[in-house]
Every structure is written in structure tokens, then in C-alpha cells.
């Protein structure tokens, strides 16, 4: 009975979520991220997730956690963010996403971290 009735929500939710994507010119919204800096089974260390999706206009809060002792950058250069997270600590970014396109994200301070990228849509 439970299990039919969260299926049911989570279709529910599903079918909202698709509505309002398909709904046309979407409004802009808020979206908000938490991304920790964790070290791969290759033994890299990258900020994860690392792909980031936003339609135009949306405002992204991202929180960046770093887990390591040492301090790492974020970089998203196309929309002015360059931070830089001290060891264990949790920085905080926001920006408004107003251009269309793939912007390569990178730690600024140690350029051999291939980290991701923001994808915004139009
Ligand atoms: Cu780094």
C-alpha cells in the first residue's frame, strides 16, 4: 500500500518535472549544488560531480567542500567564479548562468585536476 502510493508520487513528481520542462520558454530558476572534492579510483582528485547542467538564467548556489588537507581552486571562468577552498573547509559560490553553452570548470591552483564542466542550456 505504501510502496503503491510513493510509486505513484514518484510518477507524480516525474510527470510535473516533464511538464515543465516541455512547458516551453521555462522560467529561470535556483539551483543549488553540493560538490565535494574527493580522489578518484585513479588516484585523481576532482570536485564531484563533475558536470554541472543549468538552463540560461538560472541562478547556481554551489556548495564546495573540500575533503583534503590541502586547498584546491574552482574555476569557472566564463562566469567570473575563481575560488579557492582551504583545506576541510566549505566555500560558497553563486552566479547567475546567463550565457548558453559547455564551460570548462578547473581547480586554478594545480592545472593537472581535469575537473568537469558547466552546461548550460538555452
Ligand atoms: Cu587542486
Avoid: Y
Avoid at 31 to 54: C, F, G, H, Y
Amino acid at each position: 500500500m505504501t510502496f503503491t502510493r510513493t510509486r505513484t508520487a514518484v510518477a507524480l513528481a516525474l510527470a510535473v518535472t516533464l511538464a515543465a520542462a516541455l512547458a516551453g520558454p521555462a522560467l529561470a530558476g535556483e539551483i543549488s549544488l553540493r560538490i565535494v572534492n574527493i580522489v578518484t579510483p585513479q588516484d585523481v582528485k576532482i570536485w564531484e560531480p563533475p558536470s554541472i547542467v543549468a538552463k540560461k538564467g538560472d541562478t547556481v548556489t554551489l556548495t564546495l567542500i573540500n575533503r583534503h588537507a590541502d586547498e584546491h581552486g574552482f574555476e569557472i571562468a566564463a562566469f567570473g567564479v575563481k575560488e579557492v577552498v582551504a583545506g576541510e573547509k566549505t566555500n560558497t559560490v553563486k552566479f547567475v548562468a546567463d550565457k548558453a553553452g559547455i564551460f570548462p570548470i578547473k581547480c586554478h591552483l594545480h592545472p593537472a585536476h581535469v575537473t568537469g564542466q558547466l552546461i548550460v542550456l538555452e
